[in-house]
């Protein structure tokens, strides 16, 4: 008998009659003779609610409180789900993320998973039941709940499937799969049949919002085959998996990631330990930098760029402000008004050429390049955010039109 591990997205429960759409998915995959395991998120918007609510009692709450709280929104999608499959008839279970033994490192609201004891699940399976399973959440030492960073309801279903050895691991949200760009906003994206973890990985972590992260990591760690479809349609997804040389394309996906802000050091004193005093304090006040550049510098001035999330650029800000008699610049600017375009592909590790295909694409599209970073599999350029679209159309245009 196969073992099928399915999640489900917080879209993909977010009504009655979603929950019984879910139900129905189910309870077929388990008639065609599977065990079933199913993690799922929050219904709908929940856990932004939750923290909405948090916030107007007390916007500094402790992280332990917040993952008290945030923990509700799984257990009331759990115990939904499982009535709407009792109501098929099937023999059903749900169990919060300590009943299926998920134990997490002491990091509250954005825990790592530590271990899964499957005593439990594997017993429900053994009577041939269908188990539900709280994602997002585990138990730590202390017995408190913690959860697992937003979208972290990936992850325990990849938790699931490796603890469990899953054949495969379903990943149902309102997409159809991973595709080449934002079908938002680029007209002519289309669905990849299948693309690399470590593919999967870079596009995670560049803003296509398809998997937590975390969840391709442990996916790669431990094998696991992981299928991203839709929860609406029976269209075949995408198949996240190791995938053959032969079959590397030299650019699997294009990304905008609007979250991004420049900060500029101008005119900086050009003497050794200059970047490391910057980023040493940067660091140390848990903001982390994506891009960055150092002019090469006169010996007496230079200028430092680089970039930090949106929601980090006042808390960086200041920080420069407070130092600003140690780092002694002439000048800082700063933009949001900016955004991260990115190419990806495990293809381009053995290919010159990619980066200035490119450059090439932009300049014809006369977009302007701010910063440039690179990698063995990808590419990004920063560019005012007004650009960005066009500058992701053009590129697409260049590497994977059909
Ligand atoms: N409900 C959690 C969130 O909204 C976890 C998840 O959806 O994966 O972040
Ligand atoms: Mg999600």
Same mark, same amino acid.
């Given at each position: 008998?196969?073992?099928?591990?399915?999640?489900?997205?917080?879209?993909?429960?977010?009504?009655?009659?979603?929950?019984?759409?879910?139900?129905?998915?189910?309870?077929?995959?388990?008639?065609?003779?599977?065990?079933?395991?199913?993690?799922?998120?929050?219904?709908?918007?929940?856990?932004?609610?939750?923290?909405?609510?948090?916030?107007?009692?007390?916007?500094?709450?402790?992280?332990?409180?917040?993952?008290?709280?945030?923990?509700?929104?799984?257990?009331?999608?759990?115990s939904?789900?499982?009535?709407?499959?009792?109501?098929?008839?099937?023999?059903?279970?749900?169990?919060t993320?300590?009943?299926?033994?998920?134990?997490?490192?002491?990091?509250?609201?954005?825990?790592?998973?530590k271990?899964?004891?499957?005593?439990?699940?594997?017993?429900?399976?053994?009577r041939?039941?269908?188990?539900?399973?709280?994602?997002?959440?585990?138990?730590?030492?202390?017995?408190?709940?913690?959860?697992?960073?937003?979208?972290?309801?990936?992850?325990?279903?990849?938790?699931?499937?490796?603890?469990?050895?899953?054949?495969?691991?379903?990943?149902?949200?309102?997409?159809?799969?991973?595709?080449?760009?934002?079908?938002?906003?680029?007209?002519?994206?289309?669905?990849?049949?299948?693309?690399?973890?470590?593919?999967?990985?870079?596009?995670?972590?560049?803003?296509?919002?398809?998997?937590?992260?975390?969840?391709?990591?442990?996916?790669?760690?431990?094998?696991v085959?992981?299928?991203?479809r839709?929860?609406?349609?029976?269209?075949e997804?995408?198949?996240?998996?190791?995938?053959?040389?032969?079959?590397?394309?030299?650019?699997?996906?294009?990304?905008?990631?609007?979250?991004?802000?420049?900060?500029?050091?101008?005119?900086?004193?050009?003497?050794?330990?200059?970047?490391?005093?910057?980023?040493?304090?940067?660091?140390?006040?848990?903001i982390?930098?994506?891009?960055?550049?150092?002019? &090469?510098?006169?010996?007496? *001035?230079?200028d =430092?760029?680089?970039? @930090?999330?949106?929601?980090?650029? %006042? !808390?960086t800000? +200041?920080?420069?402000?407070?130092?600003?008699?140690?780092?002694?610049?002439?000048?800082i600017?700063?933009?949001?008004?900016?955004?991260?375009?990115?190419?990806?592909?495990?293809?381009?590790?053995?290919?010159?050429?990619?980066a200035?295909?490119?450059?090439?694409?932009?300049?014809?599209?006369?977009?302007? &390049?701010?910063?440039?970073? *690179?990698?063995? =599999?990808?590419?990004? @350029?920063?560019?005012?955010?007004? %650009? !960005?679209?066009? +500058?992701?159309?053009?590129?697409?245009?260049?590497f994977?039109?059909?």
């Open positions: 008998m196969k073992l099928v591990v399915q999640k489900y997205g917080g879209t993909s429960v977010k009504d009655a009659e979603r929950v019984m759409n879910v139900a129905r998915r189910i309870t077929d995959t388990y008639k065609a003779g599977n065990n079933v395991v199913v993690a799922v998120s929050a219904q709908g918007d929940t856990t932004d609610e939750l923290i909405e609510k948090a916030k107007e009692i007390n916007p500094d709450a402790s992280k332990r409180e917040m993952d008290m709280l945030l923990s509700t929104g799984e257990q009331i999608s759990i939904l789900l499982a009535m709407a499959i009792e109501k098929l008839g099937y023999p059903v279970i749900s169990l993320g300590w009943q299926a033994g998920f134990r997490t490192d002491t990091k509250y609201t954005n825990a790592r998973i271990t899964i004891d499957t005593e439990r699940l594997q017993a429900e399976l053994d041939r039941r269908i188990v539900i399973v709280a994602g997002f959440q585990g138990l730590n030492k202390y017995d408190d709940i913690t959860t697992l960073g937003r979208g972290g309801s990936d992850t325990s279903a990849v938790a699931l499937a490796a603890a469990l050895h899953a054949d495969v691991c379903e990943i149902y949200t309102d997409v159809d799969g991973v595709y080449t760009a934002d079908p938002r906003i680029c007209k002519s994206a289309y669905k990849l049949e299948e693309i690399s973890y470590d593919e999967m990985l870079e596009l995670a972590s560049l803003g296509a919002n398809v998997l937590h992260n975390r969840s391709v990591e442990m996916a790669k760690k431990y094998n085959k992981l299928s991203v839709s929860s609406l349609n029976n269209n997804g995408t198949y996240v998996k190791e995938v053959s040389q032969v079959e590397k394309m030299l650019v699997r996906g294009v990304t905008r990631d609007n979250d991004v802000a420049r900060i500029s050091l101008c005119g900086v004193e050009d003497t050794p330990g200059k970047a490391f005093q910057v980023f040493g304090m940067v660091a140390k006040a848990g982390s930098v994506d891009l960055i550049i150092q002019s &090469i510098g006169d010996g007496k *001035t230079k =430092i760029s680089f970039t @930090v999330a949106e929601g980090d650029l %006042d !808390a800000l +200041a920080l420069l402000e407070e130092n600003k008699g140690i780092i002694n610049a002439r000048e600017k700063w933009s949001n008004e900016v955004s991260k375009v990115s190419i990806v592909g495990a293809g381009m590790v053995n290919n010159t050429g990619v200035s295909g490119m450059f090439e694409a932009l300049s014809n599209a006369h977009v302007n &390049i701010n910063m440039i970073a *690179t990698s063995e =599999i990808k590419v990004s @350029v920063l560019v005012a955010r007004k %650009d !960005a679209e066009r +500058a992701v159309n053009a590129i697409h245009d260049k994977l039109s059909k």
